[in-house]
């Protein structure tokens, strides 16, 4: 079992900036994907960006050039900053974790931070 902590979430006029902070517990050595979602009112969950245990990053088109997705794996944490952020951007954010295929697979979430971007 993994446990996702998620902060830094809040209200920011357009043009502004938040960097969001996941740390996660538990079963990490069986962690390799980690990762932001997010999901607007009326609309599916989707992926803002991904990172793996080695680094490689995947980001939604909505968000390149915009979003920077790190992660510090002797923290155990993964961080998104978050510039230039639109009204579009405002959803509740969710941290995202998913185990190595040794370990099933599985993917764990967090409870999910606001992110509301004002125009």
């Known amino acids: 079992q993994v446990q996702l902590v998620e902060s830094g979430g809040g209200l920011v006029q357009a043009g502004g900036s938040l960097r969001l902070s996941c740390a996660a517990s538990?079963?990490?050595?069986?962690?390799?994907?980690m990762g932001w979602y997010r999901q607007a009112p009326g609309k599916q969950r989707e992926l803002v960006a991904e990172i793996t245990r080695r680094g490689t990053t995947n980001y939604a088109d909505s968000v390149k050039g915009r979003f920077t997705i790190s992660r510090d794996n002797a923290k155990n944490t993964v961080y998104l900053q978050m510039s230039s952020l639109k009204p579009e951007d405002t959803a509740v954010y969710y941290c995202?974790?998913?185990?190595?295929?040794?370990?099933?697979?599985?993917?764990?979430w967090g409870q999910g931070t606001q992110v509301t971007v004002s125009s």
């Open positions: 538990g079963s990490i050595f069986s962690i390799n994907v």
């Open positions: 995202n974790c998913r185990t190595s295929l040794m370990y099933g697979a599985a993917d764990y």
